[in-house]
Nanobody
Framework: QVQLVESGGGLVQAGGSLTLSCAASGRTFENYYMGWFRQAPGKEREFVAASSWSGTTYYANSVKGRFTISRDNAKKTMYLQMNSLKPEDTAVYYC??????????????WGQGTQVTVSS
């Protein structure tokens, strides 16, 4: 089992920045891909970014160049630095641990989510 706890969400104006954190506990953290997904009201959950254990990163086209994913395997913590935020980035953001980069079905472990709201 892997337990995941997100933090860092909040309300920010368009163009602003937020950093999300995801603290992991339980099974070996570095064996997993770590990913961020988000779900806006009335929409399906979508892939945002992921990092392999070695640091290879993957991004959705919608956030590429604005968001940066990173992980500290020693601290069992993952981060999502979000810059140039847009109202369409408003969603509940989830961190997850899994076995592949962008497929939500490959992530068996999920956090409880943290709300990010971007005002225009």
């Amino acid at each position: 089992q892997v337990q995941l706890v997100e933090s860092g969400g909040g309300l920010v104006q368009a163009g602003g920045s937020l950093t999300l954190s995801c603290a992991a506990s339980g099974r070996t953290f570095e064996n997993y891909y770590m990913g961020w997904f988000r779900q806006a009201p009335g929409k399906e959950r979508e892939f945002v970014a992921a990092s392999s254990w070695s640091g290879t990163t993957y991004y959705a086209n919608s956030v590429k160049g604005r968001f940066t994913i990173s992980r500290d395997n020693a601290k069992k913590t993952m981060y999502l630095q979000m810059n140039s935020l847009k109202p369409e980035d408003t969603a509940v953001y989830y961190c997850a641990a899994g076995t592949a980069a962008s497929l939500s079905a490959s992530y068996p472990y999920w956090g409880q989510g943290t709300q990010v709201t971007v005002s225009s």
